[in-house]
């Protein structure tokens, strides 16, 4: 996991976890779900109906590129979206979560 390097005086929030996928996932108190996507290094939320990667472009919720299923809520937006502890993210596929 890659994640920018702390400035002094800087401190990371309180350590959580996620479900990204079915695989836990460490992720910190203060940070978006694309915040973690893109520290896995993965480019890719969503793929469109016919089959074409998406992922975060505008960072600010504006394109709505990077959606994902939060908590069986489909067309999230990552980038728009703060982590908690123990929420289900599931990449999505078309309109609706992926296949497993």
Same mark, same amino acid.
């Given at each position: 996991m890659t994640r920018?390097? @702390?400035g002094r005086g800087l401190e990371r929030g309180r350590r959580l976890t996620i479900d990204l996928d079915g695989a836990e996932v460490e992720a910190f108190e203060g940070e978006t779900v694309a915040?973690? @996507?893109l520290a896995l290094g993965e480019a890719a939320t969503r793929r469109t109906v016919s089959g074409q990667a998406r992922g975060v472009f505008c960072g600010m919720g504006v394109?709505?590129?990077c959606l994902v299923v939060v908590d069986g809520v489909p067309n999230t937006r990552a980038c728009m979206t703060w982590v908690r502890n123990?929420?289900?993210v599931r990449r999505q596929a078309g309109l609706g979560p992926r296949a497993a």
């Amino acid at each position: 996991m890659t994640r920018l390097p @702390l400035g002094r005086g800087l401190e990371r929030g309180r350590r959580l976890t996620i479900d990204l996928d079915g695989a836990e996932v460490e992720a910190f108190e203060g940070e978006t779900v694309a915040a973690i @996507l893109l520290a896995l290094g993965e480019a890719a939320t969503r793929r469109t109906v016919s089959g074409q990667a998406r992922g975060v472009f505008c960072g600010m919720g504006v394109c709505f590129d990077c959606l994902v299923v939060v908590d069986g809520v489909p067309n999230t937006r990552a980038c728009m979206t703060w982590v908690r502890n123990g929420m289900d993210v599931r990449r999505q596929a078309g309109l609706g979560p992926r296949a497993a």
